[in-house]
Structures are given as C-alpha cells and as structure tokens.
Nanobody
C-alpha cells in the first residue's frame, strides 16, 4: 500500500476530525500532496493541497477557513484537520500524491483507498 488514509468517522455538525495519510512512497518530500473527496452521486473534487516542503497550501472555497492541510516529511504523513464540519462535507476523502501542485484529479499519480466522513445535522 503506497497511501493509507485514516481518521474518518461520524461526527455532528460543528464538530471536528483529523484525517491522516501515511505514505510509503519514496522520496515523500519530493511529492506534492492533496486531499480530495467524493460524495454519493457526485464527481471527485479537490479539497486541499500542500507543496513539497509544506510552505504552500491551497484550498477549495468550500473549505477555506475551516480545513487545514499539513505534512510531516520526517514521518511521511499528511494531515487534514477539519473543523466546523457541515453535513455537506459528508463524503469519502482521498489523499493523493503527485509531482506538481494542482487542483486537478488527473494531475495526481497515486491515490489512497479513501476514508468515509459522515457529518450529521
């Protein structure tokens, strides 16, 4: 397994979760990382991305100010801290790795298996 996502679960609206994605890809520090999500019946969409060093982050408008992406290159892990969760955040969340910073699904070469986040109202 090259990317292993975890941390999903059921939470009430207004609550928080932290997703983790452990990577066995080498060298991890040379890969840009992203989080995407896919709700039932919808296309996969970009959520957040982070540069190789972690010095640059970018977010979709729908999560900006609520979610924070970070990475630990020593541990080969990327995180997604999700605060003030809303029912519309309900989806399967995927971590992805690529060679360029991008919001496009096709720009990422490696994908984790996904972790389900359910936000109840």
């Amino acid at each position: 397994v090259q990317l292993q996502a975890s941390g999903g679960g059921l939470v009430q609206a207004g609550g928080f979760l932290r997703l983790s994605c452990a990577a066995s890809l080498r060298p991890f520090r040379r890969l840009t990382m992203g989080w995407f999500r896919q709700a039932p019946g919808k296309e996969r969409e970009f959520v957040a991305g982070i540069s190789r060093s972690g010095g640059s982050t970018y977010y979709s408008d729908s999560v900006k100010g609520r979610f924070t992406i970070s990475r630990d290159n020593a541990k080969n892990i990327v995180y997604l801290q999700m605060n003030s969760l809303k029912p519309e955040d309900t989806a399967v969340y995927y971590c992805a790795a690529g060679r360029v910073s991008s919001v496009e699904v096709l720009s990422y070469d490696y994908w984790g298996q996904g972790t389900l986040v359910t936000v109840s109202s």
